[in-house]
């Protein structure tokens, strides 16, 4: 399936797949509008959790070696700084430690599920 995906879509649409998505993260981790879901408790950190997943295992598909783990790396800073946005910038939302304890959990898990290593 990599390889198909990585033959039919070229780089820079790649590129541009991976910026769509950590845009589409930003919206809704800084809307001041809360966008979760109060289906049952602890729903939004699976919502942290299967996010960071599906980008990691999007990474771990368009990257290759290094570039797969400086990406993950990126992502546990992106998480971390999208909370501390959260407190500062937006009225009515606030850090929570465990939502980045989930949101690193997604991206661990999604280099596992892909690499068989962390």
């Known amino acids: 399936m ?6 039919l879509l070229p780089k820079s649409l790649q590129s541009l797949i991976t910026r769509l998505l950590l845009l589409v993260v930003a919206f809704l981790f800084l809307s001041p509008i809360s966008v979760e879901t109060k289906l049952f408790i602890g ?9 960071f997943f599906l980008i990691t295992s999007w990474s771990c598909i368009v990257y290759s070696g290094r570039k797969i783990r400086q ?3 990126l992502l546990v800073l992106y998480g971390l700084i999208l909370e501390v946005m959260q407190m500062s910038l937006i009225s009515g ?7 980045w304890f989930f949101d690193v959990l997604g991206i ?6 892909f690499t068989k290593r962390l």
């Open 2 to 7: 990599r390889r198909l995906l990585l033959e």
């Open 43 to 51: 729903a939004d950190k699976i919502a942290h959790f299967l996010i």
């Open 71 to 73: 990406f993950a790396f």
């Open 93 to 99: 939302r606030n850090f929570e430690w465990m939502d």
């Open 108 to 113: 661990l898990l999604g280099l596992f599920t």
